[in-house]
């Protein structure tokens, strides 16, 4: 494994959800840093976000059963996992094996928080393209990455 400066192992990152622009930006890491990959170990990483459940609350007239929020939570982390499973057959596709991480909670603090912890060296995110005046309102992902991650972040636009 390569090492990167203080004897920390260098890995890459790349986070992914489940829309088009996210699988663009493993496809983008798969075909042009492919060199790179034999060397550096990748991870593929999602999280599952936290679920409101003040919907469940309302629909049941006070709080939600139990059972139902574990069927909700349930559904969630099979369908990260579904997720990262299909990642791992693109990565297959160009020879590369990957190490797949869910985390539950806040997409980018989850994913900045994950590039800590995991000593990433390259974080590698798409990005969905939206305006200044969505992002100003709805916040992005990538943007936040971009100025919290503590290593570089390659941005992927499709």
Excluded at 10 to 25: F, G, L, P, Y
Excluded at 73 to 99: D, F, P, W
Excluded at 134 to 148: E, I, K
């Amino acid at each position: 494994m390569a090492e990167g400066g203080g004897g920390k192992p260098k890995r890459m990152m790349v986070a992914i959800d489940e829309s088009e622009c996210s699988r663009h930006a493993l496809e983008w890491v798969l075909a042009n840093l492919r060199e790179s990959l034999s060397s550096l170990p990748l991870i593929i990483f999602t999280v599952q976000p936290l679920t409101d459940f003040a919907y469940l609350t309302a629909a049941s007239l006070g709080s939600p059963p139990m059972e139902l929020i574990q069927s909700v939570q349930q559904q969630q982390k099979q369908a990260s996992l579904a997720l990262l499973e299909k990642a791992t057959e693109i990565c297959a596709q160009y020879g590369v094996v990957a190490e797949t991480i869910t985390e539950v909670g806040d997409p980018k603090e989850a994913i900045c928080e994950a590039v800590k912890k995991l000593n990433v060296n390259l974080l590698v995110v798409g990005s969905h393209g939206k305006g200044a005046l969505q992002r100003a309102f709805l916040g992005s992902v990538s943007n936040y990455c971009v100025h919290h991650a503590k290593c570089p972040v390659l941005v992927a636009k499709k």
